[in-house]
Structures are given as structure tokens and as C-alpha cells.
């Protein structure tokens, strides 16, 4: 059996970036024979001009650059790579993931609320039917064992019941302990007060097979005000087929995870394309820009990668966290 000597390590940490300016806390895990174990840890910047670091941990950044934080601990270093990246707002438009998931419990208005603060473009939810046929926002599809004490999936419940499950998981979820599931109504209201947009994925599969609760969705949006400035999304091209029949003038926008590198699909129906970032090639963007057509590009939670996407033909990115430098509308 191969001994292990206390030693620190950064492998909990999985920021890669940080903006100007921006201060985040970092503390290695001390590894021993026996697991985690507590030591003094002292810290030093190998870049002091771009990276700043207190005794405490605090990290800053300083200007535009890549640096090294140093861990010493129980005679051993680790380092921790961080590039410090200025990401300036207005470049390109901005999309908070399910609000701002990464900030508090995903699809819940505490995470619209911070989207909002935060001066985000768009924010994105998902829109699930429950067993009355009412229209809510939540993810997960199958079961809702992920985020609540619920296995069952939101088709079996009806509004009243979807309202008193209680989340048990969810980012920060201690800040936010009564959090429900919003119903459409809720959000739009909400982001009528707001100075973004909504962005609305068709996520139940279901909808296909329900024009009325389509047409009700469509309806909705115009009535808050958004007939011009929503973006209607689905991965389930079915979903996007039905909506089309009943559309008059709302975006439309198709979600894929692996490459697509059909534009006469996307010109034929006008579909603006919601891309994740690994399938993203800067070829086919530029067919999509050049067909007067949109692209999202997901997930960038990291500031360097979010810099190196602002001089692609792409309109919005969408991310969890707060990526852009911080602009006041």
C-alpha cells in the first residue's frame, strides 16, 4: 500500500478565471494518511502584478494576464492556474441559465431575481405540464428526484401538489429554504418588472401533443409585452414544429448538443441556433450569422473562455454565473 504524506491540493477548486478587480477565496484541501486533515497553509502569487493573495486566501485580480497561486503546506506546494480576463459588457448579449443556477436553486425566482440584478439579456427557464395541464418551470423531465424530496416527475402531479414539494438541492439552497416550483404566470409578472427578456424552452416533451397549452404559452408572452423580444427554444424538434403551426412572430430557436451542420434546416424555419459549447465549430456560425440567423452558445462559466468566444459571430452566450463585466442598464 503506497503512503501518503499530508500535502496540500487545489483539485477542489474549479475556477479557472477570474475578472479585474474581482476578489474570490480559495483554501487548498490538505490531504493525509487518513483523509482531510487541517495544517497552516501559506499562500504566494507567482505573478504579483496580475494576481494578488492574502494570507487568508483572498484572491484578486489585478490586469489581464496568467498567474500561479502557491499553497505551501506540511512541507509540500500546490498551485493553482488562474488566468485573469476583463470581459467587457455589450459585446454580446447575455443569457442567465435557468436565472442564475449557479448563484441560487435553478428555474426558482430567488435565481430570476439575481439574473436580473445582474443585468443578463435573457433568462432562460423550462417550461414542464403538470397533471392538470398547467404550465410550470422545471427541468428534469422524468423525475424530480434530483432537486426535491419528489421522485415522481411533474406530469404526475397536479399544480397544487407541484407547489408543496420541498427542494432539497439546489446552489445555496440554505439562502433560499422555502423555494417553490414558478408557474409561467409567475415569471412573466416577474419579468415584466425586469429590463430582460425571457427565453422559454419547450423542455416537456408533451407539449407537441398539446396545441392549446402552446397557443396559451404564445398568448402569455404577447400579453406581458415580449411578442418582440422573446426567445422560444426547444431541443425536441417536434416541440418546434408544433409551435411553429401556431406562431406569429416569436424567435425561434433550436438546441443542439452535438454539431449541426444543416443551415438549409435552420433557414427553412427560421431557426436561430442554441449550440453547446463543445459542439460549436466558428465555421457553421458564420453560415448562421451570414443567413441573417442567431447563435447562443452554452455553457461559458469561465471569464478567459467567455473572452475568447467575443470575437465569434455569435449573439448571446449563456452561463450560470456572472461572466460579463458588470454594466448598469
Keep these: 500500500m503506497k503512503k501518503v504524506f499530508p500535502h496540500p491540493t487545489f483539485k477542489n477548486i474549479k475556477i479557472k478565471s477570474l475578472g479585474v478587480g474581482e476578489t474570490i477565496n480559495i483554501k487548498p484541501l490538505i490531504r493525509g494518511p487518513e483523509g482531510e486533515m487541517e495544517a497552516d497553509i501559506h499562500y504566494k502569487s507567482d505573478m504579483s502584478d496580475i494576481l494578488s493573495v492574502d494570507q487568508e486566501g483572498n484572491v484578486t485580480g489585478l490586469k489581464e494576464g496568467y498567474g500561479e497561486i502557491l499553497a505551501f503546506a506540511c512541507g509540500k506546494l500546490a498551485r493553482l492556474p488562474l488566468h485573469v480576463a476583463n470581459v467587457p459588457s455589450g459585446i454580446k448579449q447575455v443569457t442567465g441559465h435557468r436565472g442564475l443556477r449557479g448563484l441560487a436553486v435553478e428555474n426558482t425566482m430567488p435565481s430570476f431575481k439575481l439574473a436580473a440584478k445582474h443585468h443578463v439579456d435573457f433568462i432562460e427557464t423550462d ?69 430582460s427578456y425571457p427565453m422559454i424552452e419547450l423542455k416537456d416533451p408533451q407539449l407537441k401533443d398539446h396545441e392549446e397549452l402552446l397557443i396559451q404559452i404564445r398568448d402569455k408572452v404577447d400579453a406581458h409585452g415580449f411578442s418582440d423580444h422573446v426567445r ?18 416569436h424567435e425561434l430557436w433550436i438546441i443542439v448538443e452535438d454539431p449541426l451542420d444543416d443551415i438549409e434546416l435552420l433557414k427553412a424555419h427560421q431557426w436561430n441556433y442554441s449550440v453547446k459549447k463543445n459542439a460549436c465549430k466558428k465555421d457553421f456560425v458564420k453560415q448562421v450569422h451570414d443567413a441573417g440567423l442567431k447563435t447562443d452558445v452554452w455553457i461559458i462559466n469561465d471569464k478567459k473562455e467567455a473572452k475568447d468566444f467575443l470575437d465569434w459571430p455569435i449573439t448571446s452566450m449563456t452561463s450560470d454565473v456572472v461572466i460579463m463585466d458588470e454594466a448598469v442598464k
Excluded at 431541443?235 to 403551426?245: H, R, T
Design 127 to 195: 417550461i414542464a405540464i403538470t397533471k392538470d395541464h398547467q404550465l410550470v418551470l422545471f427541468h428534469d423531465v422524468k423525475s424530480m428526484k434530483r432537486l426535491t424530496e419528489e421522485e415522481r416527475p411533474v406530469n404526475d402531479l397536479t399544480l397544487e401538489e407541484v407547489k408543496k414539494v420541498k427542494f432539497t438541492a439546489g446552489n445555496h439552497l440554505e439562502d433560499y429554504p422555502d423555494v417553490s416550483v414558478p408557474t409561467l404566470d409567475e415569471y412573466l409578472d416577474f419579468m415584466e418588472t425586469t429590463s
Design 232 to 249: 422560444i427554444t426547444s431541443a425536441n424538434m417536434d416541440n418546434l414544429f408544433a409551435y411553429e403551426k401556431i406562431n406569429k412572430n
